[in-house]
């Protein structure tokens, strides 16, 4: 997974994206039910090179809520070894597992990076690894060291290593842009004068589908985040708009308006063979597919109000999931296919909420006013999404059950329509 991260970042960089101007700040707001409290004590030797890791390591596992950072900036002699750790002195401090490790730069110019983690109680190791990367590898080096503590602790998937995409406006000019998971390392992929919206993952992380209005009417692209080129794949009479991959990568879900009013339409990812499924006179949009590829759920005024339908990718009647209030719209299934995130409007106020499938249960997460385009997290547990805070749109995420919150602003830049990346396989 390493190797294909930094494959891909150095081939973004090489084919022309530009730095951000404005990085995403986070602010962190509530805590787990349960925190482990772990000790991360800087790594020796990396005073010496480009990016300090541990700083990256504390504040990603911060940023999850649930852990509690036990201080261990003091600690000296620093140890590097199993051997060398006091483990009383941790015991002392109040830490169930303390991360060492060690970053030595190489003749080569690389850095050979070392990392354990240690549980203090029965004095073992619970993790570790050894990597040689280049300078520029180590703040991705730093984020897979968290996942890999994180995984150890929760028995979850860590996503520190992900990447999220989302647009930013600043005056008439709309960045369409990809960052790490953190909001650090922003790339514009495109630059325009006119909107860009609805931009999603290809479940391989190598692609964006997106909107763009720059010939003066929606039109969705496909972009290769690997060589830079891009493809129209929708330019049909009237809009297209709401591009949702298909798990395969193979196919697209579409909305157009080419035979009447908004229909979800199939599409090959090259543009071919387009075939309608929906088939109503009201309003059908904001299609998501879930996970295993069978249903695609769906936003439709067809009942009176606009409420989530699930119809099957193969056809036939939809079926109505949403049934609380009279406005939920822009669903999207979690990846382990046992939710959906979406929308929903009470007493004025637009807040993400996540329904249960089997249960149909449906809790309310955000306390906001303005929410919109929610996208979980590869491994289900956190929710991003867009949210207005005195008229200028931020980004925030929230976790699967409400507890743990975020906020990401791009300084006074607005920041709208995000979608967090695939976890990458290990090449």
């Known amino acids: 997974m390493l190797a294909t991260l930094v494959a891909l970042a150095g081939l973004m960089l090489a084919l022309g994206t530009t730095p951000a101007r404005a990085q995403l700040k986070i602010e962190i707001t509530g805590a787990g039910a349960n925190q482990s409290p772990i000790a991360v004590v800087p790594f020796a030797g990396e005073d010496r090179i480009a990016q300090a890791l541990t700083p990256v390591i504390i504040a990603n596992l911060q940023r999850s809520g649930l852990f509690r950072m036990i201080d261990a900036q003091d600690v000296r002699p620093i140890p590097v070894q199993p051997a060398d750790l006091r483990y009383a002195d941790f015991s002392a401090r109040g830490a169930d597992s303390v991360v060492i490790g060690s970053a ?18 029965k004095q073992s190791q619970l993790a570790g690894f050894s990597y040689m990367v280049s300078p520029a590898q180590l703040r991705l080096t730093a984020h897979r060291i968290s996942d890999a503590i994180y995984e150890r602790l929760t028995g979850d998937v860590g996503v520190f290593s992900t990447k999220i995409t989302y647009v930013e406006r600043q005056g008439n000019r709309f960045e369409l842009k990809i960052a790490d998971a953190d909001g650090a390392n922003a790339q514009t992929v495109l630059a325009s004068s006119e909107p860009i919206i609805s931009p999603k993952w290809s479940p391989d ?4 589908a997106y909107v763009s209005f720059e010939r003066k009417k929606p039109i ?3 972009q290769s985040l690997t060589n830079g080129s891009r493809t129209v794949l929708a330019n049909f009479r009237g809009s297209n708009s709401a591009p949702a991959w298909s798990p395969d990568g193979n196919r697209l879900a579409v909305v157009l308006t080419r035979d009447g009013p908004s229909q ?7 543009g071919s063979n387009v075939q309608r499924l929906t088939k109503s006179s009201a309003i059908d949009t904001e299609p998501a597919f879930t996970p295993d590829g069978r249903f695609i759920l769906f936003t439709s005024d067809r009942g009176g109000s606009p409420q989530i339908y699930r119809v099957p990718v193969s056809g036939g009647d939809p079926e109505r999931l949403t049934f609380e209030g009279t406005y939920n719209v822009s669903p999207r299934p979690s990846p382990d296919g046992r939710s959906f995130t979406f929308v929903q409007r009470s007493g004025g106020r637009f807040n993400v909420a996540v329904q249960d499938f089997a249960t149909r ?3 309310v997460l955000t306390d906001t006013a303005v929410d919109e385009s929610p996208s979980f997290a590869p491994n289900s547990r956190i929710i991003l999404y867009a949210t207005e805070v005195r008229g200028r749109g931020i980004l925030a ?5 409400g507890r743990v919150r975020q906020r990401l602003s791009a300084g006074s830049n607005d920041v709208r329509e995000p979608a967090w990346g695939p976890l990458l396989k290990a090449q």
């Open 264 to 270: 979800v339409y199939l599409i090959d990812a090259d």
């Open 361 to 363: 249960q449906v809790q």
């Open 220 to 222: 969705i692209y496909v």
């Open 104 to 121: 030595s730069p190489l003749p080569d110019g690389r850095v050979e990076v070392r990392f354990r983690l240690m549980d203090v109680a």
């Open 397 to 401: 995420a929230v976790s699967s059950d």
């Open 205 to 208: 992380g190598t692609r964006l």
